[in-house]
C-alpha cells in the first residue's frame, strides 16, 4: 500500500463519527425550524385559547382606553402588532365589524361567526370581541376595502365627528373636527377618500373628503331634502355613491354618479313602495345594491337592485334591517331588529331561493353599525385589550335578604318627583334614578321629574279598556304627554308584522351638536287625527310631511338599557290615544304581571285583575 493510500485512509472519518456529525446536523436543523416557526405556533395557541373560553355573548377581554392622535402623527417608526401574510390571508367569510350598544354607551367588536381553516392548524373563528371602550358612543363604522383602517363616529370629544382606527398600530386618530354632526362614513375602492353625512343648516347633506385633507369636504348632494347614509360602490372605478333621500316625498334610495356634468348628480334607482327605507349597501363586486325595507304590512325584508338591469324591479332576498355585503356576491349578512332584541344571519348572496346560511345570533344589544372586510386579524384583535366593560348602571337600594318571600316589599315615594303618587316599588327605585339622571345628562333638560303616573294603588281605576296594569305594581310608569304638545317629544312609529311600538325621542337642551343626533326618519304625528282629513282620522294620525330639525335623544333606548319595557299598541289605538301606551314602560325585571302584583298583594286582592270575569 502506497503512502498516498495511507494517509486517505487515515483521513477517512470511521462508521460511529459519521452517525455522530449526522445526529448533530439534524438537532441544529430542528433547532432552526422551532425558532423560525414559534411565533406562529404561539399566535395559533393564543388564538384557540381564546375561542376556547369566549363566546358571542360573553364578555372579551378588556384594552387599553385608545388614544386621539391627529391624523398626519401616524408615522412609519411606529410599531406594527399585525403579521403581513397573516394580515392579507384571504377566508370566505372574512371578518364582521359591529359597533353594539351596551349600556347606554355604543362600542366597536369585531367578529368572525364561521369557523374556517385560516392557520393550516385547524378551524377558528373570532368571538365576539371589542376594539373600543369608555363613556361615548363609537358608531357607524366603515372598515376600507384592505383591511387596514376603520373609520367611525364619535362623540368622545363632544360633537359627532369621523375617527379613524389603524388597525397596524391601534390608534385612533380624528378626521373630521366640526360643531355639525358628522356619520356614517364610506372608504372609497381606493382608500383615498370619504364619504359622510353631516347636518348642515337643518339639514343632512353627504360630503366627500380626501383622507390627506388637502381641501374642505365637497358637497356631493345641495337639497332642501334629507340625504344620509351613504355608501361608495366599486362599480366604474368608484364612481358611483349610494344614499337615502326624502326628495321625492318620501324615503328612497338614490345613487350620485360622480362622473355626471349635471349639478345635482342624485339618480332615483327602483324602489318598492313601503313606510322606511334603511342601509343600503353594495355588494363586493359594486352590482347589487341591497338595503332594509319595511313594508306597510310591517314585514322587515331585505330588497336587492341589480345595477346591470337597472330598469328592472328590485328583488326580495330575506328578511331584516341592515344588510352587509360580504366577498362579491357570495354572502349577505344581516341585522335583524326586533321590539326587544336583536340578531344576526346571513345568506347565500344572490341566490333567490329561501336559505339561511347563519342560524340568527342573538346580539347583547342594539346595532349601531356594521362593516365587512376580507382577511383575518387575531394578532390585533386577541392581543390588545380596550379596558373593561361597562359597569352597571344601578345598584338596587336593597339586597334580597332584607326582604324575605312571606313580607311584602317597600314601596318608597321618591323626593322631587311630581306625580299623583311619586312612588315605585324598592326594586325600581335605583334603576328610575339612574334612568333620570342619564336623561339629564343626554338631553341636557329633567324630563322625568314629571310623570302622569307612577304608582297607582289597587282601589284606583285607570282609563277603561286601557291595559296599564304594570302601573298597580310599583314598577310602572307614564311619561309626561305635556312635551309632545310643546314640540320637545316626538314619536316614531315602528311596526313588527302585526304590532305597532314607538320610539320617543325628546328634543336636547344644547342644538348646537354637544347633545342627542339629527332623525333620519319621518315622525308619526297623533294630532293629524283631528286635521279633518278622513284617512288620518282612521289611521290614529299621519306621517310628517318633513322630518323635523334639531338634535333629538332617544329616550326609548335610555330606557331599555336602565331595563324599563316598551309595550305595543292596543288594537283600537287608532280611536283612542291612551291605547297607543307610547306614554307606558314597566320595569318588569323578567316577572310576569301575577309575580310582579303578589310582592304588594295577596292572590285574594288580585285575583280580580289577574282574572277579570267575562262579560
Known sequence: MTDIENETKRDKPGPKIQAYLILI????????VAVLLYPQARRSMEAQRALTTLSVTATPPPL?????LPLESAGEDLPTLLDPELFAYPNQFGTLILSIQEGV???????????????????????LTRLTSGPHQDITPDISKDGKWIAFSSNRNGPWDIFILNLQTGEIQQFTDTEAYDANPSWSPDGQWLAYESYQ?????????????TEGPIPLTKNPAADFAPDWSLQGGGRMISFISDRSGQEEVWYANLDSPE????????NLPGSRVQHPSWSGDGRYLTWGLITTEGNHTLISWDSQQPDKEPALVGSGDWPQWGEDSNLLYTVIEQPHQTYLTAYPGTQTDAQVMLPAIRLPGPVKGISWAEGNYYPFFTNLDPGPGPTPLWEPVSEPADNPEDQPKRMIELRYLSAPSPAFIEDAVASFSSLRAAVIEEAGWDFLSTLENAFVPLDKTLSPGINLDWLYTGRGMMINDIPRLADWLVLVREDYGCQTFWRVYIKAYNQQGYQGQPLQTNIWDLNARYSGDN???????????TIPAGYW???TSLAQAHGW????????WQFSEKASRYQYFAFTQGLDLETALLDLYSLEEIQNLIDPASP
Open 25 to 32: 446536523a439534524i438537532g441544529l436543523l430542528l433547532i432552526t
Open 64 to 68: 387599553p382606553p385608545t388614544t386621539t
Open 105 to 127: 354607551d355604543t362600542h366597536l367588536f369585531a367578529y368572525q361567526p364561521f369557523l374556517e381553516e385560516w392557520s393550516g392548524m385547524g378551524f377558528s373563528g373570532l368571538p
Open 201 to 213: 343648516i337643518d339639514n343632512l347633506e353627504v360630503l366627500i373628503q380626501d383622507i390627506n385633507k
Open 263 to 270: 349639478e345635482d348628480k342624485a339618480v332615483r334607482i327602483k
Open 535 to 545: 284617512a288620518a282620522y282612521e289611521n290614529g294620525g299621519a306621517f310628517s310631511a
Open 553 to 555: 335623544v332617544d329616550f
Open 565 to 572: 319595557t316598551r309595550f305595543p299598541t292596543q288594537l283600537h
